[in-house]
């Protein structure tokens, strides 16, 4: 499962980095801001379950399933806003 999950996001940074965000950022910050985004999403999914699951007895399928909804809406938003955010300094006003 880690080798699987380590290689998937690495194709999703690769991806996002290049395709979807066309980000022009240095390498190392934005790598390591990447990480940061996914530590925190896999945080939250972790929280969700521990509180809804845990504490208030809630199904895990139907938890688990909001989860992954929610965490994919919170990772792009991380992702556009923070992981490959714009830097104006590149913009020029050609």
């Known amino acids: ?8 996001a690495t194709i999703s940074f690769v ?21 940061a985004a996914h530590l925190c999403g896999y945080a939250l999914d972790f929280l969700m379950l521990y509180v809804f699951v845990d504490k208030l007895l809630f199904s895990h399928q139907l938890v688990q399933g909001v989860a992954i909804v929610l965490v994919a809406i919170f990772l792009f938003f991380s992702f556009k806003y923070f992981v490959f955010k714009e830097d104006k300094r590149l913009i020029s006003l050609t």
């Open 15 to 35: 991806g996002n980095r290049k395709l979807t965000f066309r980000s022009q950022g240095r390498l190392g910050k934005t790598l390591l801001r990447f990480v």
């Open 1 to 8: 499962m880690t080798a699987l999950y380590v290689s998937a």
